[in-house]
């Protein structure tokens, strides 16, 4: 059985990078807090110094006033030399430095472990001392922080002071500490987040890409990859699965319809031929031949071609204009193949051939024969009304019938039959026009003179 790491066991896992972040955070604020509070106790201990340092000063000054020796400047050198050898017992580190400034900003103290003061240093003078107080500012060419306090008695500006990098170097140190530590935990946390968040998100995107690929292409040959076996792993599965039953069924299907289709198309050509061999039936009693009923086929379905008809209705009239003569069965062979002009009797027995040919075809339940009805019935209709069985006119007559009626002269007209010569065609052609309206309906007259040249090559007359 293979072990399943379920979906559920994956969102915990989400979990250990989310904790770290806050822990992260909470670390990130309580390093801002620490670096606050160490540089607060380090000015403190600044301004402690400063105080000492006044305190100091003031009561050395209290002691000489007090034995009246103020006024003498060999006490006030005494006084000096002590206040200088107390602040160099305040100083800690070699960044420290304490700086008495004159009225006129002239450095007349200079007190440092790495830098006694000299000459040199009383030379200096400060253009702007610091005021009073805590200050951060370059003091002779070197940033520093630390607090300034007047001793009015020398009128001395005093400042106990640090280097701004010495006196933060905790504070830095702290922070970039801080900074390695947090790109670490950082790295790890988007590392696992990525990670853990993959394990849920790949499969689904590649489930729903593969389903929008399906989807739209319409290609069920696409599989999903079930990658791990948990709840999306097993939906994946299911889903190759569905795939697979939906690829059978849809070759199954096509299958079918390609079987169908080829059924379809045997009988399609069976009942062509059979249409056919009907039309051959009466036209080889009429002595003709099976040409005379290829050339009507394809020249009416020209001709519905070019009023715009569907390739359907083209294939129909293509179809059952071959049987329009179907009704000639039933006429005696002593009229049908009578050498000499008919009698009027014999050529109203002639003229049932369209009634016979209806009535034979109209039961069918074919809709080729059913066309076929209408065609033998009307085919020798004419449009000004004095055409037979019927004597129907104009729109009345059914346009197939019209159509058979122009094509079926227009060939019988340019074929030799045993009672006539072939007429040229142009013969046939003037023949057409000056029955226009009369025989035949007009707008086909124009069609079939004006496309004349088409019709004649697709016929080879
Ligand atoms: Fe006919
Ligand atoms: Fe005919």
Redesign the pocket.
């Known amino acids: 059985m293979r072990m399943r790491i379920g979906l559920r066991a994956k969102a915990y896992l989400l979990i250990v990078p989310l904790v770290m972040a806050v822990v992260l955070v909470s670390g990130v604020l309580a390093s801002l807090e620490a670096r606050a509070g160490l540089t607060d106790v380090a000015t403190r201990l600044l301004a402690y110094k400063a105080e000492q340092l006044r305190d100091y000063a003031y009561s050395e000054w209290d002691v000489i006033e007090e034995l009246g020796l103020a006024g003498l400047p060999e006490y006030r050198d005494v006084v000096e030399a002590s206040i200088g050898s107390y602040a160099t017992s305040l100083l800690r580190s070699e960044s420290e430095q304490i700086l008495a400034l004159d009225s006129d900003g002239r450095v007349v103290m200079s007190v440092g472990l790495s830098q006694p003061g000299g000459d040199d240093i009383h030379a200096e003078r400060l253009v702007d001392p610091p005021a009073p107080g805590w200050f951060e500012r370059e003091i002779l060419d070197d940033d520093r922080v630390g607090v300034a306090f007047d001793f009015e008695p020398f009128e001395w500006r005093m400042a106990v002071t640090d280097l701004e990098s010495s006196f933060f170097a905790e504070v830095y140190d702290i922070g970039r500490t801080h900074v390695a530590i947090l790109a670490v935990a950082l790295a790890v946390v988007i590392t696992m987040l990525s990670v853990f968040v993959g394990y849920i998100i790949r499969p689904v995107e590649q489930l729903t890409l593969t389903i929008d690929t399906v989807s739209v292409s319409n290609d069920l040959s696409h599989r999903v990859d079930p990658g791990y076996p948990d709840e999306l792993g097993l939906l994946a599965a299911d889903f190759n699965r569905m795939l697979d039953s939906l690829e059978a069924s849809y070759r199954q299907l096509q299958e079918k319809t390609e079987a169908e289709v080829e059924a379809r198309r045997i009988a399609v050509d069976r009942e062509e031929e059979t249409l056919f061999l009907l039309g051959r039936v009466s036209e080889f009693r009429d002595m003709e031949t099976g040409e005379h009923l290829s050339r009507v086929a394809t020249l009416c379905s020209i001709l519905a071609e070019m009023l715009g008809w569907s390739r359907r209705e083209q294939t129909l009239i293509y179809r059952s204009s071959q049987l ?2 179907i009704g000639k069965i039933a006429i005696p062979d002593a009229i049908l193949q009578k050498p000499g002009t008919l009698t009027e009797d014999e050529f109203n027995h002639m003229k049932l ?2 009634t016979i040919g209806h009535n034979l075809l109209k039961d069918a339940k074919s809709e080729h024969l059913l066309h076929a009805a209408d065609i033998a019935l009307t ?2 209709e004419r449009w000004d009304g004095t055409g037979y069985p019927s004597g129907l006119a104009g729109d009345d007559i059914p346009l197939s019938g019209r159509i058979v009626g122009i094509v ?1 002269v227009f060939d019988a007209l340019t074929s030799d039959r045993h009672y006539k010569r072939a007429w040229s065609t142009d013969e046939a052609l003037d023949h057409i026009g000056s029955h226009k309206s009369k025989h035949f309906d007009p707008k086909l007259v124009d069609i079939f003179t004006a496309n004349f040249d088409e019709l004649r090559t697709a016929i080879r007359r």
């Open positions: 329009h003569d051939h369209t085919h020798h079926d």
